[in-house]
């Protein structure tokens, strides 16, 4: 089937008129569970117990036989059922099991069954897909899809698919549809919440999410904390909560470290904390830079970046204090003065 547009699901599910099989995935998580909300609210509330279904794939219950059966379960109270497949990439993008000879082929079958743990068979789901029941309405709901796999192409053909892409499409032609949708989604938050923000305030929230959907959700509910009471969201309060997405260079905090820069390391370790990266990763890097880097340039530094180097080791290994604390501490006692950049390699 071709793919639905978020604004013709929104058309349809005010309509209440719902196709029997829904799939939707993508990064915009958050989107995906205001529509996925919407969908149960076509069911009235004292209904709902028993009308509206949620199961996760993988998990008891989960397996394309159960979602199956339960698919094809008549309602107690008349109407339709609604159902949701939570975690549906455990089966339209399941983590693969290692073959025993990586260059041999699998087959279509062998692909669509073969998961980590053994073998899912797809075939009841697959079954229940071409005839599917017209009293549910089933909604998988994925994270990813592997478009390459069996029981995924007969998702793909059957289901209204709705990608929920948020700023990260692949092709620029998406990306702008993307972005178009996302502002407009953004104006009916607003307007929803009693704020107005002019075009161009909407599109330099959008700018600095820098493509991170996930980012550009958080600035929203930050920024209507930050304007309670006010009816006008401005330019200086955007500036003042939204801040914009800088893209994270993995050799920033050796490189600030080799120049001799203490305050731009301590901020691009900053930057690193973060993103998530491990202290302990942190510091591997910079034992490889003080070994390789600093023993060639400054010979005299070693010893005392060594002691610093076990020293921050030791206390995040017996957590003997705060792992950010203790790496900025080490990033700030390896700092002295410049070193020559190499004109090669890592840390250049």
Known sequence: MPSLTVASLRTQIQARKLAPVYL??????????????????TIDPADRPFAVE????????????DIAASANVFPMLGGHRVMFVMRAERLLKPKRAAKADAAEPADDAE??????????DTVPLEDYLERPSPTTVLVLVAAGIDKGRRLTKRVLDKAQVVEFGGLGAANANDRRDGRREVAAD??????????????????LIVSRAGGDISKLRGDIERLLIYTEGQKVITRADIDEVVTVSAEVDDWAV????????????LREAGLRFERGDSPHALVGQLRWWVSTRLSAAAPDRVKAAIDALLRTDLALKSSGGDSRVLVERLVVELTGRALPRPSWGPGR
Request: no cysteine.
């Open 24 to 41: 939707f995935h993508g990064d915009d998580v958050r989107l995906i569970e205001q529509q996925v909300e919407a969908i149960e609210a």
């Open 54 to 65: 949620r199961i996760y794939a993988g998990e008891a219950g989960g397996s394309p036989l």
């Open 111 to 120: 692909d669509a069954s073969e998961e980590e743990g053994g073998a899912l």
């Open 186 to 203: 953004l104006q009916r938050q607003f307007v929803a919440a009693g704020r107005t923000v002019d075009a161009a305030g909407v599109e």
């Open 254 to 265: 050796i490189n600030a470290i080799g120049d001799g820069d203490v305050a731009r390391a």
